[in-house]
């Protein structure tokens, strides 16, 4: 006979319970500044990197296209990115963080900054960089399949 499987210690759902913990700790912190987590991710990474286009952005914040495109829609909405047409293939767009964007990232970084620290709270320091070490080395694991 197979042996049942204890949920409570399984990965899977450790996993799952820590990403629900994490969003709802981000949501709480920046309540104010109207922002999930997903825009703050891709408004992040277009402002390490202009001018690049949607497949591209999604690509290297991990969300599919369709997703990241509803997420892009929302953030042009708010004022705080825009599209622009690329100088020689019309058929792509490229994104532009604007002036207002650059000023939201700006005054909501020291809060995700303490969202990070509250994430890893019950953890002893040490314990702290263990963990996202061993995170970092499972997300890298599993990409590279």
Do not use: C, Y
């Not at 409570?8 to 500044?33: M, N, S």
């Not at 914040?61 to 042009?76: C, N, W």
């Not at 909405?77 to 690329?86: A, N, T, V, Y």
């Amino acid at each position: 006979m197979t042996k049942r499987l204890d949920v409570a210690t399984a990965p899977g759902h450790l996993i799952r319970r820590a990403q629900q913990i994490a969003v709802g700790i981000f949501a709480q912190r920046l309540a104010e500044a109207d922002i999930t987590p997903v825009q703050f991710a891709i408004l992040n990474a277009l402002q390490d990197t202009p001018d690049i286009d949607q497949v591209t952005l999604a690509k290297r914040v991990a969300f599919d296209p369709a997703t990241s495109g509803s997420v892009i829609g929302r953030l042009e909405s708010k004022g705080w990115l825009r599209r622009q047409p690329h100088a020689t293939d019309r058929r792509r767009k490229l994104l532009v963080v604007t002036q207002q964007g650059v000023e939201a990232l700006a005054n909501m970084q020291a809060a995700v900054a303490d969202v990070q620290t509250q994430i890893l709270a019950p953890l002893s320091a040490a314990d702290q960089l263990q963990f996202v070490d061993l995170l970092t080395r499972l997300v890298a694991g599993h990409e590279a399949q």
